[in-house]
C-alpha cells in the first residue's frame, strides 16, 4: 500500500505544534533524534523533517505529498501550491518595521528607501501594489539587525509577540500579511494518495472544530426554555432533557469558544443555573 509523504519544519514551534495535531488525529510517529524521516505505525503516512524553506519546491518536485507549513513561506516560495486546510497555529505577521526614532507618516516613507527582508516576492509584491520603489537587501536571518548597523533602513520580517523588534529598538509600520500553519498539497499527487490525504483533512477538520468549540450543559427553568434555547447558537439544536425536579430542564449544546463570555452573560440573563462548560477533544459532523 503506498504510504503519503508529508513534511513538517525540522524544528522550532512550528515543528512542536505539527506533531502535536498529527497525534491529535491518532497517528503515531516512531520518530527518534535527528531522524530526517519516520513512518506512522498505525496509518500510512511517512513524515519528512525538512527546512522551512525548502519544502515548497519538494512540494512542487513531488519529492513529498502534503506538508505542514507556514502560510507565509507558502506564498513567498509556493506560487501554485494549493492549501488544503489552514489549521490556526504559529500564528505570525508578515511586517515592515522601522527604527523607534523614526516618524512615520505612511507607506509613502518607505519611497528609495533601503528595505532588508527574507521575504523578497511577497514584500515586492506589496510595494508594486502601493506603488512604491525601494531597495531591496535580501538576508537570510537576523534581519532585525540591519537598521542598526547601517545596512537598511527598514525591515521586512514576521513577526510573532513583538519582542525582537522591540529588543531591536525597532516598530512595526506595516503588516503586509497575517499567517499560521496550513496543510498545502503537491500539484503531483495520485489518486491513491488523494484517498490518504482526504482522511488527513477530515481527522484535521474534527480536531479543529473541537478545539474552536465548548461542550455546555445548563439548568433551565421551563418557562424560560425557550428564550434560553434562542440564546444558544448549537449544531442543530440543543438537546434537552428533563430534570427530577418538576419544571426544570436540563440544556446540552456546543458554542464557540470565541463567543463563549458574551454567551454565558446572555444565558444567565434570561434564567439559566449551573452552567458548566467542557472541553471538546474531536467533533465529527
Known amino acids: 500500500m503506498s504510504k503519503l509523504k508529508i513534511a513538517v519544519q525540522k524544528a522550532g514551534r512550528l515543528h512542536d505544534e505539527s506533531m502535536e495535531i498529527l497525534k491529535d488525529i491518532g497517528i503515531s510517529i516512531d520518530?527518534?533524534?535527528?531522524?530526517?524521516?519516520?513512518?506512522?505505525r498505525n496509518f500510512p503516512l511517512e513524515v519528512f523533517y525538512l527546512r522551512?524553506?525548502?519544502?515548497?519546491?519538494?512540494?512542487?518536485?513531488?519529492v513529498v505529498d502534503a506538508a505542514i507549513i507556514g502560510e507565509n513561506i507558502l506564498i513567498e516560495k509556493g506560487n501554485g501550491i494549493t492549501i488544503a486546510e489552514k489549521l490556526g497555529f504559529s500564528t505570525c505577521k508578515v511586517s515592515i518595521a522601522i527604527p523607534k526614532s523614526i516618524k512615520y507618516n505612511g507607506i509613502q516613507d518607505l519611497e528609495g528607501k533601503r528595505i532588508a527582508t527574507s521575504y523578497p516576492n511577497t514584500i515586492q509584491s506589496y510595494l508594486d501594489k502601493n506603488g512604491i520603489k525601494a531597495h531591496l537587501h535580501i538576508i537570510n536571518g537576523s534581519v532585525e539587525i540591519a537598521p542598526n548597523i547601517g545596512l537598511a533602513d527598514a525591515i521586512c520580517d514576521i513577526v510573532s509577540s513583538g519582542s525582537t523588534l522591540f529588543?531591536?529598538?525597532?516598530?512595526?509600520?506595516?503588516?503586509?500579511m497575517k499567517s499560521e500553519a496550513v496543510l498545502a498539497v503537491s500539484p503531483i499527487l495520485?489518486?491513491?494518495k488523494q484517498e490518504i490525504l482526504d482522511k488527513i483533512q477530515f481527522r484535521l477538520q474534527s480536531v479543529l472544530k473541537g478545539r474552536d468549540s465548548k461542550y455546555i450543559l445548563l439548568n433551565a427553568p421551563n418557562d424560560k426554555l425557550?428564550?434560553?434555547i434562542n440564546v444558544l447558537p448549537g449544531m442543530k439544536s440543543p438537546t434537552v432533557l428533563p430534570l427530577a425536579e418538576a419544571g426544570w430542564s436540563s440544556v446540552h449544546s456546543v458554542i464557540s469558544k470565541n463567543?463563549?463570555?458574551?454567551?454565558i452573560d446572555e444565558l444567565k440573563k434570561k434564567g439559566a443555573?449551573?452552567?458548566?462548560?467542557?472541553?471538546?477533544?474531536?467533533?465529527?459532523l
Do not use: R
Open 226 to 228: 425557550q428564550d434560553i
Open 190 to 192: 495520485s489518486a491513491e
Open 259 to 263: 463567543q463563549f463570555w458574551d454567551i
Open 52 to 62: 522551512n524553506g525548502d519544502i515548497p519546491q519538494y512540494l512542487k518536485d513531488g
Open 31 to 40: 520518530n527518534g533524534k535527528d531522524q530526517l524521516k519516520a513512518s506512522a
Open 273 to 284: 443555573q449551573g452552567i458548566l462548560v467542557c472541553p471538546i477533544e474531536k467533533m465529527v
Open 167 to 176: 529588543k531591536n529598538n525597532l516598530k512595526e509600520v506595516e503588516v503586509i
